[in-house]
T-cell receptor
Framework: SQTIHQWPATLVQPVGSPLSLECTVE??????LYWYRQAAGRGLQLLFY??????ISSEVPQNLSASRPLDRQFILSSKKLLLSDSGFYLC????????????FGSGTRLTVV | GENVEQHPSTLSVQEGDSAVIKCTYS??????FPWYKQELGKRPQLIID?????GEKKDQRIAVTLNKTAKHFSLHITETQPEDSAVYFC?????????????FGQGTTLQVKP
């Protein structure tokens, strides 16, 4: 069966520090991968998605970047964090076809201080 | 751009009553509409979904209806229980091709009072 792993679970980082969040999927090949951010009490904002290795689409101009170095690995990064980057970051995967639901990772709660 | 509007933002009902959450979407090419439940501090979990070739789908106490002409879809929960209390998100596919991209509504906080 397919599983999705996301780490770390919580992170407290100072303003201006770098960020690297990792997400991996097991039990499937060529998944679509997604990064979402959820601000406190808010909805889910799509940040990046990827349909294949090295293929990254950005939805919102911002201080973040994403990379997909392996088929089942998706990384969210920042060179210098801002206070506004705080939030709950969720990785998700879906089959490589449209019209299928997501399975979300357990999320990373990032607090920038 | 693609947009999904969700109402109400908060909903409080008595245990045993019904709850209805409504969403509208803007992309006429949307063809898949899932609903997610998110408990406090947890990941969203898929609870039910509907595809564009179906008008209604039911799974025990929850049902979803879709009106493609009006670009509306709704979640219905009957005989609500305290454990139904959570944030509920609707979503719709967006974009062309096989991106599987989902645009989410802003969420509805449902409180079921015992």
């Amino acid at each position: 069966s397919q599983t999705i792993h996301q780490w770390p679970a919580t992170l407290v980082q100072p303003v201006g520090s770098p960020l690297s969040l990792e997400c991996t999927v097991e039990g499937t090949s060529n998944p679509n991968l997604y990064w979402y951010r959820q601000a406190a009490g808010r909805g889910l904002q799509l940040l990046f998605y990827s349909v294949g290795i090295g293929q990254i689409s950005s939805e919102v101009p911002q201080n973040l970047s994403a990379s997909r170095p392996l088929d089942r690995q998706f990384i969210l990064s920042s060179k210098k964090l801002l206070l506004s980057d705080s939030g709950f970051y969720l990785c998700a995967w879906s089959e490589d076809r449209a019209s299928y639901g997501y399975t979300f990772g357990s999320g990373t709660r990032l607090t920038v201080v | 751009g693609e947009n999904v509007e969700q109402h109400p933002s908060t909903l409080s009902v008595q245990e045993g009553d019904s709850a209805v959450i409504k969403c509208t979407y803007s992309d006429s090419a949307s063809n898949y509409f899932p609903w997610y439940k998110q408990e406090l501090g947890k990941r969203p979990q898929l609870i039910i979904d509907i595809r564009s070739n179906v008008g209604e789908k039911k799974d025990q106490r929850i049902a979803v209806t879709l009106n493609k002409t009006a670009k509306h879809f709704s979640l219905h929960i009957t005989e609500t229980q305290p454990e139904d209390s959570a944030v509920y998100f609707c979503a719709a596919t967006a974009g062309s091709g096989n991106t599987g991209k989902l645009i989410f509504g802003q969420g509805t906080t449902l409180q079921v009072k015992p």
